[in-house]
Every structure is written in structure tokens, then in C-alpha cells.
């Protein structure tokens, strides 16, 4: 991970409560925290000027749905992004899928799932339960979206909505 990156995500506060849905009450709390870290995550990234996603979720919080883009050549690529959060929650990170980009890309699963495998998931795995869903927008979405996205416009894979 980069030096930029160290401090993007040291600015996100970390989560305390270990909680998944199954612990009706409990989840709650976590929840609570989950959109504090994430509203937090995004105003950092307004006052960078690098605003790139939105998310909601259902309201169990079970659901998690919402747009990310990419700005190449002073073009914005916007997709569909989501995923729900596991059983199994946090210990096992969320599953994000952007389906419209499903089978463009061998770093995909089926679909749409981006694949995090080798580099987040580790990192995930070592920082149960500090990581939330604002983490895995700043350590995975974002950096698989800045390697993917330009390969695939290269390629002719992905195109602008204008074209």
C-alpha cells in the first residue's frame, strides 16, 4: 500500500463492535458505526476532491447498493456497484460485485464479484473487527477500480456513456 493510501485509510476510524446480522441487537451498534466510518470516509474524500462512490443500504443493513465512478481522460465511467454482507460478517469481508462489468476481466468472479483475493483479503483477515465498510471501498474497490478501469477502456471493453 502506498504512502497516499496509509493516510487515506488512517483517517478512517475504526470500527470496535464484533457484530454480524445473526446478533440482532449488537448489529445495530455495529451498523451505527459502519455509517459514521463511512460518512466520514466520503467528507475526507469531498474535501480531497476525490468524491467517487455512494452507497445505501436496505434497511436492515444487510443489502448495500449505490454508484462508483472513475474519472479517465476528464471522463467519468460511472458503474452499479453491490453487495451484501455476510453471515459470517466481519470476519469475512463483503463480496463487491459491479455487475454491468461481468466477464470484461479476469480479475472478476461471476457475476460481476471483483476479485480481492490476494492483496485485501489478507489485510482484511489481520484487522477484525477494525475494518468496516468504508475500508473496503478505500483498500479494495478503489485501488481494483484504478488498475481495472483504464486497462479496460484501453481495451475497448468499457466505453463512455457518451459514445
Not at 123 to 137: D, E, Q, S, T
Request: with cysteine; aromatic share 12%.
Amino acid at each position: 500500500v502506498d504512502e497516499a493510501t496509509r493516510r487515506v485509510v488512517s483517517e478512517i476510524p475504526l470500527l470496535k463492535t464484533l457484530a454480524s446480522p445473526r446478533d440482532k441487537e449488537v448489529w445495530v451498534q455495529r451498523l451505527k458505526e459502519e455509517y459514521q466510518a463511512l460518512i466520514k470516509y466520503v467528507e475526507n474524500n469531498k474535501n480531497a476532491d476525490n468524491d467517487w462512490f455512494r452507497l445505501e443500504s436496505n434497511k436492515e443493513g444487510t443489502r448495500w447498493f449505490g454508484k462508483c465512478w472513475y474519472i479517465h481522460d476528464l471522463l467519468r465511467y460511472e458503474f452499479d456497484v453491490e453487495f451484501d454482507i455476510p453471515v459470517t460478517y466481519p470476519s469475512t469481508a463483503p463480496e463487491i460485485a459491479i455487475p454491468e462489468l461481468d466477464g470484461k476481466t479476469a480479475k472478476m468472479y461471476r457475476g460481476g464479484k471483483i476479485c480481492l483475493t490476494e492483496h485485501f483479503k489478507p489485510l482484511w483477515a489481520r484487522n477484525v473487527p477494525k475494518f468496516g465498510l468504508a475500508h473496503l471501498m478505500a483498500l479494495g474497490l478503489g485501488p481494483w477500480l484504478a488498475v481495472e478501469i483504464p486497462d479496460l477502456i484501453s481495451k475497448g471493453l468499457v466505453e463512455h456513456k457518451s459514445k
